[in-house]
C-alpha cells in the first residue's frame, strides 16, 4: 500500500529492516551497531522528516532503516506519520521494536499495535541495566510467551545482547495473539468501517481503528479507496461512535490499549527496592538542585574552559600554526608552488595572502580544527554522561519567562554543536510560534561548536571580567529578543515533559565514535566553505573591491564598532561561516593573544568582535534550513534583523567600553 503520493527513494535492496520504538531509546546506537558508520541521510517523500538507512555489516543486500520515535500509530506529529508510513509501506521487512526497560508500559502500547496489524518483530528491551538499578525486574521469557514474540534484553550503550537481535529476527513470525477487547461501540464501529475497506488490502483492520481515530494524515487515502457514498457512511459511524463515547474515539481506543499494556506489565514485572545511590545517583540529583546544579555547571564550564581555550586554542593551535604550518608545510608548498608553477596569479593564488593552501588550509586545519576537536571531546563527554538533559531542566525556568515550551531547550542546547542541525529538531516543538522563536535565537545567538571553540580561544587570553561581559551580553539579548518575540509572535507554549537518562561515567569508544564524527562532518561540511570564503576574497581582492568594501564599511568597522579594518574581511567571509568570520579575528589578534600581555584597548576590541560575530548572520547552511523549515520570507525577515541589530549590540558595547575603561 503507499500512504504517500511518492514513494520513499531508498536503495532497492532484497531485504529491509526497521528500526522503530520511543523517543530517546538507544534507536540510533543499535543501529549504529547494525550499520557501522557509513550511513546515508535523505528526506522522506513531501516532508521535512530525514531518515537514516544504511547497509547491515556483513550483508550488503539487507538495508537497516533507523525511523523518527513514535509513541503511537494514531500519529499526532510529522514524525509519527512517516514512522507509521514506512512500517504499513513495507509489508515484507522485518521489525525491530526498541523500547525502554523504564518504561515498560510505554513500550507495550506500541508493541501491541504491531500485533493488531501482524507484523512479524521482535522487540528489544533496551537500557535493562537502569531498569534493574530502579529495581525494576522484566520476565523477558513470560512476556515473549504472552506476546508470541522473540524479546531480547540489551544495554545498547555498552553493545551488550545486541549480538542476539539478527538471528533472532529469524524467529519473528505471525501469531495468533488475543489481541485487544474493546468496547462494543468501538468494535462495532470498526467493523462498520472495515467493510468499506476492500477485503484484500494489508492492515485492514488496524486502518479501520486508524480511520475511526479521526486519523487526518490518512485523508488522502480514504479518499482515493474509499468511495463517497462510503465515506458519508463512515463519517455517520464515526459521530455516531463519539455521541456514544462521549469523548473522541481516538482517545477511547488509546486509553483501552493503555489498560491492556499496563495489565501485561503487571504480569512480566516484579519490583524491588531500587538499588542504594551511587556517586553517580547524587551528581545527578545535585545537578538539578536549584544552588548545587549553579556549581555544577560552573565547574563543568572551567573544565572545557580549560581544555578547550587553554590547552586547544593555545596549546594545539600554536603548535599547528607556528611549528607544522609556519615552519614546516607553509615554506615547503610555498617552494613547489613557485618551482612548477612560475606565476605571480597561481602564487598569489596557492599561497599568497588569500591563497586556498596559505589561508584556506591554515585557517581550517591549524586553527579551527584543534579547537572544534577538542571542543567536540568535551561536548561528547556532556552528552554520554547524562548532564545535558539535566542542565535543560535547570534553565527551564529561565525558557519560560520568553514565553516558550521548556522542550526549547534541547534544540539550543545542540545548537551548540550545530546551529544548522539544532534549527531541523525544533520541529519538535509544538507550535508555529515556538519553533519561529527558537530558530531566531539559534541564529541569532547560539554559536555552533566550531565558532564557540574559536571564540573561547580568544576569550582565554583576555581577563576574567571581559569573558563574563562576552558571556552576560549574549545571555541577556538572547532573553531580551526572546521574550520581545514571544509578545510579538502570537501562540502558546506547552508542556515540558522530558525523560532523564541516568549519570554515567562516560564510555571513552562512544566519545570516540561521536568525536571521529562531528570531525568527519567538519571536514566533508565545513572545510570546503573556508575554500570557497578564501576564494570569494582572493577575487574581491584581485578586482580591488575588497579595499572599496573597506573604505565603504569603514565608518562602521573602524568607526562604530573600534575595530581594525582588517576585520571586515572576518565579517564578509562569516556570511559563509560565522565560524570561518571568527577564526579571520583569530588571526587578526593572534600575535597580541600569544604575546600575553593585551592591552586594555585590545581587549576591547577583541571582546566586541566576539560580540558582533557571535550576534552575526546565519550561516549559509542555516540560512537554508530556515527556508526549508519555514519559507523564504521567514528567513530574510531573520536574517534582515540580525545583521544590523548585531552591528547595534556591539558598537554600543564598544562605546560603553572606552568610556568606563579608556
Request: some cysteine; glycine content about 6%; charged content about 15%.
Amino acid at each position: 500500500m503507499s500512504l504517500n503520493h511518492r514513494s520513499p527513494s531508498f536503495p532497492d535492496h532484497k531485504e529491509k529492516i526497521i528500526l522503530m520504538g520511543n523517543p530517546n531509546v538507544g534507536k540510533s546506537v543499535i543501529f549504529s551497531y547494525l550499520t557501522g558508520r557509513y550511513v546515508t541521510v535523505s528526506n522522506y517523500p513531501g516532508t521535512t522528516v530525514e531518515l537514516t538507512h544504511g547497509k547491515l555489516i556483513g550483508n550488503s543486500s539487507t538495508l537497516v532503516l533507523d525511523t523518527p520515535g513514535i509513541n503511537n500509530f494514531i500519529p499526532s506529529s510529522e514524525d509519527e506519520v512517516v514512522t507509521r508510513n514506512i512500517i504499513l509501506e513495507s509489508p515484507d521487512a522485518r521489525v525491530i521494536q526498541v523500547g525502554d526497560s523504564r518504561n515498560l508500559d510505554r513500550t507495550l502500547l506500541l508493541s501491541l499495535q504491531l500485533k493488531e496489524m501482524e507484523i512479524p518483530f521482535i522487540l528489544c528491551l533496551n537500557m535493562s541495566d537502569e531498569a534493574r538499578e530502579r529495581g525494576i525486574n522484566i520476565d523477558e521469557d513470560k512476556l515473549s510467551e504472552i506476546l508470541q514474540v522473540p524479546v531480547i534484553k540489551t544495554i545498547a550503550i555498552q553493545h551488550i545482547g545486541l549480538q542476539k537481535l539478527i538471528p533472532k529476527l529469524a524467529e519473528a513470525s505471525i501469531n495468533h495473539f488475543p489481541g485487544i477487547e474493546y468496547s462494543p461501540v468501538i468494535s462495532n464501529a470498526s467493523r462498520k468501517v472495515s467493510s468499506f475497506i476492500q477485503s484484500d488490502q494489508p492492515f485492514r483492520d488496524s486502518l479501520s481503528l486508524m480511520i475511526l481515530s479521526s486519523d487526518l494524515s490518512l485523508n488522502d487515502w480514504v479518499h482515493e479507496h474509499i468511495s463517497k457514498d462510503d465515506i458519508d457512511d463512515l463519517n455517520n459511524t464515526l459521530r455516531e461512535a463519539e455521541t456514544n463515547l462521549q469523548t473522541s474515539v481516538g482517545n477511547a481506543i488509546t486509553s483501552e490499549r493503555m489498560r491492556k499494556a499496563r495489565t501485561l506489565v503487571s504480569k512480566v514485572v516484579t519490583r524491588e527496592k531500587a538499588a542504594e545511590s551511587t556517586f553517580f545517583t547524587r551528581l545527578g540529583e545535585w545537578s538539578q538542585h536549584r544552588i548545587g546544579g549553579l556549581f555544577i555547571g560552573a565547574f563543568a564550564l572551567y573544565i572545557i574552559y580549560q581544555f578547550v581555550g587553554i590547552f586547544g586554542a593555545g596549546t594545539l593551535v600554536n603548535f599547528l600554526e607556528n611549528t607544522v604550518f609556519g615552519e614546516w608545510l607553509t615554506p615547503l608548498v610555498t617552494s613547489i608552488v613557485d618551482t612548477i608553477l612560475p606565476f605571480q596569479f597561481a602564487h598569489d593564488l596557492l599561497v599568497g595572502e588569500y591563497g586556498l593552501l596559505s589561508m584556506a588550509l591554515s585557517y581550517s586545519i591549524a586553527i579551527v580544527l584543534p579547537i572544534v576537536g577538542t571542543f567536540f571531546i568535551a561536548f561528547g563527554i556532556l552528552e554520554d554522561s547524562g548532564y545535558l538533559p539535566r542542565l535543560a531542566v535547570m534553565v527551564n525556568k529561565f525558557f519560560r519567562m520568553m514565553g516558550l515550551n521548556g522542550k526549547a531547550v534541547l534544540p539550543m542546547v545542540l545548537g551548540l554543536g550545530c546551529d544548522t542541525m539544532a534549527t531541523m529538531t525544533t520541529r519538535i516543538l509544538d507550535s508555529r510560534k515556538e519553533r519561529l522563536i527558537v530558530m531566531l535565537l539559534l541564529a541569532l545567538g547560539v554559536p555552533c561548536s566550531a565558532q564557540l571553540g574559536v571564540i573561547m580561544g580568544m576569550l582565554a587570553a583576555l581577563s576574567p571580567g571581559m569573558t563574563i561581559l562576552w558571556i552576560g551580553c549574549i545571555a541577556f539579548v538572547i532573553f531580551v529578543v526572546g521574550y520581545l518575540s514571544s509578545k510579538i509572535i502570537s501562540g502558546h507554549s506547552s508542556d515540558f515533559v522530558l525523560e532523564l537518562p541516568p549519570m554515567r561515567l562516560p564510555k571513552l569508544s562512544n566519545i570516540l565514535v561521536k568525536t571521529m564524527a562531528r570531525i568527519e562532518w567538519y571536514l566533508r561540511e565545513a572545510v570546503p566553505l573556508f575554500f570557497l570564503g578564501t576564494f570569494v576574497l582572493f577575487i574581491l581582492d584581485k578586482l580591488t573591491l575588497l579595499s572599496a568594501i573597506e573604505r565603504g564599511v569603514s565608518p562602521i568597522v573602524v568607526g562604530f564598532l573600534g575595530l581594525p579594518i582588517k576585520a571586515t574581511e572576518a565579517f564578509l567571509v562569516g556570511f559563509l561561516r560565522r565560524d570561518y568570520g571568527a577564526a579571520g579575528l583569530f588571526n587578526l589578534f593572534n600575535d597580541q593573544i600569544n604575546s600575553g600581555s593585551i592591552a586594555m584597548e585590545t581587549q576591547i576590541q577583541i571582546v566586541v568582535s566576539m560580540i558582533t560575530i557571535t550576534l552575526f548572520m546565519p550561516c549559509i547552511a542555516n540560512f537554508f534550513m530556515i527556508i526549508k523549515e519555514q519559507g523564504i520570507k521567514v528567513a530574510m525577515a531573520i536574517s534582515l534583523f540580525i545583521l544590523p541589530f548585531s552591528v547595534l549590540v556591539a558598537g554600543t558595547i564598544n562605546y560603553l567600553l572606552r568610556w568606563m575603561l579608556l
